[in-house]
């Protein structure tokens, strides 16, 4: 099926134009072919609920919420935005007392809602003209929306879901003021990804149909909520960790709020300085040269087939042949813009198709591509198969698909500078900020090739899509074949 503009509009709104780059050398683990069933994920749910694609947005039937809301409309922005407050307020009246041992959540003290555009007053000791926003005023415990540009145009571009997520962050850090989990101290960057994290955990309160107004699918619905979370993120190489306005890589926000959809609010409270230092991407710029792309040619495509020999070389694969001639497998499969064949154990890439997908993001209504990480992950997902092949594993169905996410994301993983956990990193190839969420890009891609088998059908959650790719990336090849076996 070919990708709507819009849709390619909404993933590269999110993508990086940064580089992989060059650097030093390291070790890697093998892959073990036996599975094991004990709390291994279906291929087929998201943290344990059923795949589904159905309608999100506000629940047919279902009353208005009556808050005061100053500056309120009738309109439907506003409407959405009071019911969205109503089920996350009415969340944590259930959730709070369970987590925090604090006694009763107390609802925020005032609603406002204003046009950006229109001729502005006072609020929270800001202009609110021109404040194209939505922001928890700790001050006043006053939450406040843009209904004039930001909800309705993050609702254009991402559907109903998008204003749900930021007012959910919003209320997020109501409720860190109120469980007294920030102090002076706490760097910017814990304050937004705790907020992330508490975002999804009342995500699993919707998902499972438990919210009076609000609904969304595990498949469509929540591949908007990442979109959301992509697209409002740092830009990278620009933001460091203790930056006053950090809010997080598309990657460790995504991560944040898996945590709190996967594990519940109290895995939220674990949230520290050091572990979010441990885990995070948000890393400057080591070197000048990263801030270029790594072309889509010859010598390119050679230093990465060089890294993922060097990456695989313990698994006992015979490394496939990568070629640079786009080519059908024997029985005619082909899987753009990387095809693998088992039968000769070969690698065939479409060149130009391929550099398409590494075109930076332009951004406006014309299509583009996400950059060159994005494109190498289309090869590295063909050449693990080769890897999942020589373990005996099966290279069709879900589960398939998301070992080849995971073994992307270990790929990935050993080409940081500094390895999460501690691990060497292995070649020479690097990564450049913003590498990862271009990564993340394309994995929400419906079209892509990351979380593909061997016919290039992916996994159907971008949820599930990401969250294998996540367990790659920290934990390295290990976990991939015991977490997803089939």
Known sequence: MAKSSTTRRLI??????????????????PINGTPIAS?????????????????????????????????????????????TVADVQQYWRQAYPKTFDKGRFRP??????????????????????????????????????????????????????????VLAHEMGHAVQHRAGLLDGDTPPLVVEQQ??????????????????????????????????????????????FADPSAHGSAFDRISAFQYGFNDGPKRCTEMTASSVLERTTQFRFWKKAQESDLPIDEDSIERVERSLRRVFADTGVAPPRISIERGACQDGTSTEPATYCAETNTVSLDRKRLEEMATPPRGGDEPSGY??????????????LAVQRAAGLRLTGDAAGLRTACLVGAWSGLLVEDPIGRRNPVGKLRLAPGDIDEGVAALLDENGLIAADVRGEQVSAGFARVEAFRLGFRQGITPCASEYHS
């Open 12 to 29: 590269a709104a999110s993508a990086a134009a940064t580089a992989l780059c060059l650097g030093v050398t390291g070790c890697s683990r």
């Open 108 to 165: 925020v003290s005032r609603l406002v809602s204003y046009d950006s555009g229109g001729q502005g007053g006072r609020l929270c000791g800001r202009n609110t003209s021109g404040m194209v926003n939505a922001f928890y005023c700790p001050e006043q415990d006053t939450i406040a929306w843009d209904r004039g540009r930001l909800l309705p145009e993050l609702r254009n571009t991402f559907g109903p879901m998008a204003p749900v997520t």
């Open 371 to 384: 950059g060159d990480f994005a494109a190498y992950a289309q090869v590295a997902s063909r050449y693990v």
């Open 195 to 240: 907020a992330d994290c508490l975002t999804g955990s009342f995500f699993r309160h919707v998902a499972e149909g438990s919210a009076e107004h609000i609904r969304v699918s595990t498949g469509d619905g929540l591949n908007s909520v990442l979109g959301v979370l992509s697209y409002i993120r740092d830009a990278p190489g620009e933001t460091g």
């Open 39 to 83: 709390g291994s994920p279906a291929a087929d749910t998201v943290a344990g609920l059923p795949v589904s694609d159905g309608p999100s947005g506000l629940k047919p039937g279902a009353d208005p919420a009556e808050l005061p809301v100053e500056g309120g409309t009738d309109g439907d922005v506003d409407r959405l935005a009071v019911d």
